[in-house]
């Protein structure tokens, strides 16, 4: 958490197109480590490879791609009114921790 907390701060001033490419460049690292990856949650949670190869690691390929191609209508800052009158900043709120219960 602390570690997460400290590369925050570079973080949040990440501009969208590195995310993007960021995000797809993990996507295509899994991809190619898919067998070793599925080896790793095998042992962690004794998944068999039909989970996490098959299922669990292929999702969370495509849903990095997804993400990466959602990066500019998720970050940034947004008209709302036709005549500019307002704006609406989207800002990274922080680091989240979330723990899976298995």
Not at 34 to 58: C, H, R, W
Request: glycine share 8%; with cysteine; aromatic share 8%.
């Amino acid at each position: 958490m602390e570690s997460a907390q400290r590369a925050f701060k570079s973080w949040k001033k990440t501009k969208p197109q590195e995310i993007r490419r960021i995000f797809l460049k993990a996507a295509d690292i899994m991809e190619s480590r898919l067998d070793e990856l599925s080896g790793y949650q095998g042992e962690e949670t004794g998944a068999p490879n039909m989970i996490s190869k098959d299922f669990n690691l292929p999702c969370t390929i495509e849903m990095l791609r997804d993400i990466a191609g959602r990066v500019p209508t998720i970050t940034g800052s947004i008209p709302v009114t036709a005549t500019g009158g307002a704006l609406v900043f989207k800002e990274p709120y922080g680091v989240i921790l979330g723990i899976a219960p298995w």
